[in-house]
């Protein structure tokens, strides 16, 4: 049955206020992106997204450009308004002091001890309350934050370049370059958007990588390096010690980290694939081929077989170039 003219009008608003939020990757952290949009007879009159930790939240940048003509508009957010003091003052009681007469919301807090809070608050106002709209992409925006506020543990997504045969080296154990600079360059995106940056000691101790972001004009936070070695190494340090992977990830959760990219290498990838603690890949595929020497993403990834095996659910595929880009969530 197709969509009505007014469902429609108010999936491109909610639409809208995913886009504002998108604005704020790679800044927002330990906060979700949040975009949102006022409207009033039916045209847009204000907008705003979140900024940064600690900085005024969407709806209020949007209700600060507007004034005194927020009253009786609508106001559309993709997640629900907060309702208790954190760093800033509660965003529900702006809406109600504002007179927004109706809020549409994406989804709710993902946070069990407040969800719905703000939503009841402002229907006790006697704003009406509509949602949630377009619920499946407000998740996908801000999966690590929806993660992290659930389980304390940091949202993991491995980043892995392959030839087309699946190697990630050839026999020497060359890499650079299997994908093309493009496809790098769009690596050092994904690095804007995470806390930390994840390597093996292999990868470490012979690509020497400098797991930061390296984009042209690039002015915000860089990631947390941190490497790591499944098995323990000659020397002394942390460096050098055995690491249990389930009890790091716990750890850097209870530090506060949302977000883990996992560049590499193929052993440290194999085992976090293993051991289930992967939530997103993101796998470049170039064309090129290496044959039977080179070397293989995986090793050892637990009980699998044809009829059983682990699943890469793509939620978009695109090209760079000549590369193939898959990202998705796990099926394990």
Request: aromatic letters at 6%; a positive charge; hydrophobic letters at 40%.
């Amino acid at each position: 049955m197709p969509k009505s003219r007014d469902i429609l009008k108010t999936e491109a608003f909610m639409q809208r206020a995913l886009h504002l939020a998108f604005r704020g990757y790679g800044l927002t952290s330990p906060n979700p992106m949040v975009g949102a949009v006022i409207v009033k007879n039916g045209k847009v009159i204000a907008e705003g997204f979140h900024k940064g930790s600690g900085l005024p939240h969407a709806e209020i940048n949007a209700l600060r450009r507007v004034g005194k003509k927020a009253k009786g508009a609508t106001l559309y957010i993709n997640l629900e308004p907060c309702s208790h003091f954190g760093r800033t003052p509660p965003c529900a009681d702006a809406i109600i002091k504002a007179g927004i007469k109706q809020v549409i919301y994406g989804m709710k807090d993902p946070n069990p001890l407040v969800s719905g809070q703000g939503l009841k608050k402002l229907k006790k106002a006697g704003i009406k309350v509509e949602g949630p709209i377009l619920e499946g992409a407000c998740l996908r925006l801000n999966l690590p934050f929806i993660k992290h506020i659930r389980t304390g543990l940091p949202f993991v997504t491995a980043k892995i370049a392959l030839t087309l045969d699946g190697k990630i080296a050839d026999y020497k154990g060359d890499s650079k370059w299997i994908t093309n600079e493009s496809s790098r360059t769009y690596t050092h995106v994904l690095r804007a958007g995470v806390d930390v940056v994840m390597v093996g000691y292999n990868t470490a101790k012979k690509d020497k990588p400098k797991l930061n972001v390296r984009l042209p004009g690039y002015k915000g936070r860089q990631p947390v390096p941190i490497v790591v070695s499944l098995r323990a190494q000659k020397g002394r340090g942390n460096l050098h010690r055995k690491v249990d992977l389930k009890k790091l990830l716990k750890e850097l959760g209870a530090a506060g980290f949302q977000s883990i990219l996992v560049e590499g290498g193929g052993e440290l990838q194999s085992e976090m694939i293993r051991k289930r603690l992967v939530n997103r890949f993101v796998v470049f595929v170039s064309t090129k081929l290496l044959g039977g020497k080179g070397l293989p993403w995986t090793r050892d990834i637990g009980p699998v077989s044809i009829k059983s095996p682990v699943k890469i659910i793509p939620e978009q595929v695109f090209m760079l170039g000549d590369d193939i880009v898959i990202e998705g969530l796990p099926s394990y």
